[in-house]
């Protein structure tokens, strides 16, 4: 792949109510780091972007990436790769507290 081709970053409408559950005060950072995080090379592993152990579902689709970040890596967005379609499908975004994921104020399993 060049490095010019992006991956187009598909939202799942839920996202919306997800970021609700988040200060807006994060609301820059969360989709500046998903833009950079997410855009280029979304399936290569890092410190702070990984497979997840097992997929994880919402809403019929399942998650199968992570990536952590802002402070103390507190937000998580969980996504799916399509490498075919270039496109990343964000279906998760929480926030970590302590050792709860909090996603939509939900708190999930990973």
């Known amino acids: 792949m060049a490095a010019s081709e992006k991956f187009s970053l598909i939202y799942a409408p839920i996202t919306k109510d ?8 994060y609301y820059s950072l969360i989709r500046k780091e998903i ?7 979304p399936d290569a592993r890092t410190c702070n972007r990984k497979p997840l152990k097992r ?8 998650a199968t990436w992570e990536v952590r970040f802002g402070p103390q ?3 998580r967005v ?3 790769v399509n490498r075919e379609d270039m496109q990343v499908n964000i279906l998760a975004i929480g926030e970590k507290e302590g050792q709860r994921l909090l996603v939509g104020g939900e708190e999930i399993e990973l």
């Open 35 to 41: 833009e950079t995080q997410l855009r280029l090379e």
């Open 18 to 25: 997800h970021l609700r559950a988040i200060e807006s005060k």
């Open 78 to 80: 969980l996504y799916r």
């Open 55 to 62: 997929p994880a579902i919402f809403a019929a689709a399942s």
């Open 73 to 75: 890596n507190r937000f």
